[in-house]
């Protein structure tokens, strides 16, 4: 398939099933990445500092995707997929050559020009965007619950609020999917370093959301869950300031 159809695919979810990845495909083209950094690496910073950048670019993509899926009414998502439905059915006979049913040329050409005409409309439905969270404890949740579940197809293990300090936060991580096949008790901070892509990914989604902070993560390992890794948000002194300026009289 060209690579340019990948700018062809709707920003809506659509089709009969969710479209995955492989698993063990994403972690060999991860560990593939993560090689490759490391040998471009002057130093383990150096490497982290890599890592975070792919991830940031990433999350802030995360961030327009999310927040544009969430402002589309159910209703108008439902008409997306019959769309991507009576499509991908379409698709399938015309690419059949074998098939002797298979419809001329223009009428594929008149599919296709309903089809464009159809979605186009969708656009005029949505009434307004999502609007913007404001606050630390919704932003953290939608990354808890929407962009672990987009990611890796679950909510996170948990988020923790910092005891005694108003800046820090936790997402932990039971089961890192795209580090589950390399092992932090030969190297704890080598472990650490390959799980700054998702730091990029969590600091890109909440800096381009007005939450600028600090992202990094810890190995913590227990019996039960071996590969633990728990991400520590360290918002930046203004952003609480301004929380408690807006909502300390509420």
Same mark, same amino acid.
């Given at each position: 398939?060209?690579?340019?159809?990948?700018?062809?695919?709707?920003?809506?979810?659509?089709?009969?099933?969710?479209?995955?990845?492989?698993?063990?495909?994403?972690?060999?083209?991860?560990?593939?990445?993560?090689?490759?950094?490391?040998?471009?690496?002057?130093?383990?910073?150096?490497?982290?500092?890599?890592?975070?950048?792919?991830?940031?670019?990433?999350?802030?993509?995360?961030?327009?995707?999310?927040?544009?899926?969430?402002?589309?009414?159910?209703?108008?998502?439902?008409?997306?997929?019959?769309?991507?439905?009576?499509?991908?059915?379409?698709?399938?006979?015309?690419?059949?050559?074998?098939?002797?049913?298979?419809?001329?040329?223009?009428?594929?050409?008149?599919?296709?020009?309903?089809?464009?005409?159809?979605?186009?409309?969708?656009?005029?439905?949505?009434?307004?965007?999502?609007?913007?969270?404001?606050?630390?404890?919704?932003?953290?949740?939608?990354?808890? $619950?929407?962009?672990?579940?987009?990611?890796?197809?679950?909510?996170?293990?948990?988020?923790?609020?910092?005891? $005694?300090?108003?800046?820090?936060?936790?997402?932990?991580?039971?089961?890192?999917?795209?580090?589950?096949?390399?092992?932090?008790?030969?190297?704890?901070?080598?472990?650490?370093?390959?799980?700054?892509?998702?730091? $990029?990914?969590?600091?890109?989604?909440?800096?381009?959301? $007005?939450?600028?902070?600090?992202?990094?993560?810890?190995?913590?390992?227990?019996?039960?869950?071996?590969?633990?890794?728990?991400?520590?948000?360290?918002?930046?002194?203004?952003?609480?300031?301004?929380?408690?300026?807006?909502?300390?009289?509420?």
């Amino acid at each position: 398939m060209p690579a340019s159809r990948i700018y062809d695919h709707s920003l809506l979810p659509h089709g009969k099933t969710q479209q995955e990845v492989s698993l063990s495909v994403m972690t060999l083209l991860y560990q593939e990445m993560i090689q490759r950094l490391y040998k471009q690496s002057d130093s383990i910073e150096h490497f982290q500092s890599k890592l975070n950048d792919v991830g940031y670019r990433l999350g802030v993509n995360v961030l327009e995707l999310l927040n544009y899926r969430a402002s589309v009414p159910v209703s108008i998502i439902s008409k997306a997929k019959d769309l991507g439905n009576t499509m991908s059915n379409s698709n399938t006979v015309i690419t059949n050559n074998s098939t002797s049913n298979a419809p001329t040329t223009s009428s594929n050409a008149s599919t296709l020009s309903n089809f464009i005409d159809e979605f186009n409309s969708l656009g005029k439905d949505i009434p307004r965007m999502k609007r913007r969270d404001l606050q630390i404890i919704d932003i953290l949740q939608f990354i808890h $619950g929407t962009v672990w579940s987009y990611l890796f197809g679950h909510v996170s293990s948990d988020l923790v609020k910092a005891q $005694g300090n108003e800046t820090e936060y936790r997402i932990i991580d039971n089961e890192p999917q795209w580090t589950q096949f390399i092992s932090g008790a030969r190297n704890q901070l080598h472990y650490e370093s390959c799980n700054y892509m998702l730091c $990029g990914v969590i600091q890109g989604f909440l800096k381009e959301s $007005g939450f600028p902070c600090d992202v990094s993560a810890h190995w913590q390992p227990s019996d039960e869950q071996p590969q633990r890794i728990v991400f520590l948000i360290q918002f930046h002194q203004q952003v609480v300031a301004r929380e408690q300026l807006r909502y300390s009289r509420a």
